[in-house]
Nanobody, 124 residues
């Protein structure tokens, strides 16, 4: 069974940066798409970025384009989300999952494995 563990969240001032990690407990990590999602208090979960199995061009939602960069190192079973120029509206719990998402934020794979999330708070 695949397990995903996020890390790297924390409190950062507006304009600051964080790098999230998503570590997988599998040696077949390269066979999984990795999606990044977030959920802010009182809001629905939304897809943020997705990086495919072959580390092609990642997809980003408009709200994070130019600020977030998704990457992966298959040899380390780890995906990353570099977040720069953070804004208060980026505050949320961030999750990684072994799936990308549709435009309505629903996961492509409803049975995908998910991490437990890491809190990102952007505040002065």
């Amino acid at each position: 069974q695949l397990q995903l563990v996020e890390s790297g969240g924390g409190l950062v001032q507006p304009g600051g940066s964080l790098r999230l990690s998503c570590k997988a407990s599998t040696n077949s990590f390269e066979h999984y798409d990795i999606g990044w999602f977030r959920q802010a208090p009182g809001k629905e979960r939304e897809g943020v970025s997705c990086i495919g199995q072959e580390d092609g061009s990642p997809y980003y939602v408009d709200s994070v384009k130019g600020r977030f960069t998704a990457s992966r190192v298959n040899a380390q079973n780890t995906a990353y989300l570099q977040m720069n120029s953070l804004k208060p509206e980026d505050t949320a719990v961030y999750y990684c999952a072994a799936t990308c998402f549709y435009s309505d934020n629903s996961p492509l794979d409803v049975d995908a494995y998910w991490g437990r999330g890491t809190q990102v708070t952007v505040s002065s």
